[in-house]
């Protein structure tokens, strides 16, 4: 891909939080960039306030004329978009270049050393923590990351210097197979996107081929006991890590109290001691290992690991604390898949063992639904309180017989309830609640703020009464 004589950048799919990273990335290095998105965000809205030029209706017409040239544009696609969308049959009509995000980072991964962090889930925090823990050291890093990184309040992070750049390794639609990884991080590998793979074992061959893609002088820093046999170079070096138990990166000494975690952080030939977690919930640990892991490997001073791990603000919406008061604690988390709600659920209850747990769910895809349906039933029923919204369809059409019913009918706690988005509000407003924890992968992210407001207004209100 020669950018020399690319003038312009036309996104389809422009508001997706790794799609953004790249807008940004081609204004900063002097593109016009213009693209289309199904709706609009607080996202789309800044990245329209940075220069962008984004739209959000099928409309060949509304694309701007100097995105027209095929010689000079270059047209980047994300596979969120259908293929029947009329711009993309229009640009594929046309001959023009169309690659997927995946391909342009592949790309870049070409030029620089990858630190490409891959999983099931976890990819998020962990690239996240790896892009604040080297871009406050004295290495430095671009990053590509798939969350809004609260430190910087951006997805993207770029340096004049540093020849690592950190990507979020997305394994849907076997994207992370573009990528020439320098290090390669995988955090977990639970069978997901089975409309994509079909079987749990395809999904394992593909984390597979993602290892065989790591350049022979890198390494694979894998969690210890994934399902995964690595298919790596001769050359690459392997290590394991975990949170709790030994392992060649581990966590020991771990102290949780008082709204705090610190441990030391175990390397091969000896320990950082005292790391305190920024953002302390003890999910956090094992993603900590991993990102001090790539740092102890690339040269990241002990004094440097500490600081970055304690000032680490988080990711938007990973574990995201939007109301902490005395009366009522709100948290948003993006989890969508069975073992995400059950670490994230765990570790809220763990924080706060004598309060009730309500949790705000929206299922995510229709086909994620009819494949883990139990699985989802058994997360939530950890929950004291359910409330569980529609279905998100995304990118896909209904399938007959999957509604959130298929979840909800086996969820074994007696307080739960399906309510539609309009009948949020209303029921929030209505009662009491401790801990509020709002999950979901769709457009939950949007009724965050308007419950947040409702717990205030409640809270108040009942403030003044006392």
Known sequence: ?????????????????????????????????????????????????????????????MIPSWCLNKEETLV???????????????????GFTILKRAQVLGEITRSTKGLCIAGTHGKTTTSSMTA???????????????????NYDTNLLLSETSPFTIIEA??????????????????????????????????????????????????LIMKKGLNIIPEVKEGVKIYTYSSNEKADFFADNIRIGNGEIFFDFIYPSGKVADIQLGVPVKINIENAVA????????????????KGMASFQGAKRRFDFQLKTKEVVLIDDYAHHPDELKAGIGSVKELYPDKKVTGIFQPHLYSRT??????????????????????????????????EKIIFDDVHIPEKRVLTKDQLLPYMGSRDFEVVLMIGAGDIEQWVEPVKEVLLEKNKVNCQAE
């Not at 789309?44 to 030029?53: D, F, S, V, W």
């Not at 980047?76 to 046309?94: R, S």
């Not at 406050?136 to 798939?146: D, E, K, T």
């Not at 997305?170 to 409309?195: C, G, K, Q």
Request: proline share 5%.
């Open 132 to 150: 604040h823990l080297f871009y406050q050291s004295h290495i430095g890093c671009n990053a590509f990351l798939g969350g809004i990184l609260k």
């Open 291 to 306: 990102a001090l892991a790539l740092g102890w490997l690339n040269g990241v001073s002990p004094e440097e690991m500490k």
């Open 170 to 219: 997305d394994e849907y639609d076997r994207s992370f197979h573009w990528l020439n990884p320098y290090m390669a991080v995988i955090t977990s590998a639970d069978p997901d996107h089975l409309d994509i793979y079909g079987t749990a074992e395809a999904y394992y061959k593909s984390f597979e081929k993602f290892t065989s893609l790591i350049r022979e002088d890198g390494c």
């Open 1 to 61: 891909m020669n950018l020399i004589n690319i003038h312009s950048i036309y996104f389809l799919g422009a508001g997706g939080i790794g799609m953004s990273a790249l807008v940004r990335y081609f204004l900063y290095h002097g593109k016009k960039v213009a693209g289309y998105d199904r709706t609009e965000t607080f996202l789309t809205k800044q990245l329209n306030k940075e220069g962008a030029r984004i739209h959000y209706e099928d409309n060949v017409e």
């Open 370 to 403: 009819r494949d883990f349906a139990p699985e989802f039933a058994e997360s939530l029923s950890l929950l004291d309180e359910l409330i569980l919204l529609e279905i998100y369809p995304a990118r896909e059409l209904p399938i007959p017989g999957v509604t």
């Open 76 to 94: 980047i696609w994300t596979p969120a978009v259908p293929e029947t969308h009329g711009e993309l049959l229009f640009f594929k009509e046309k």
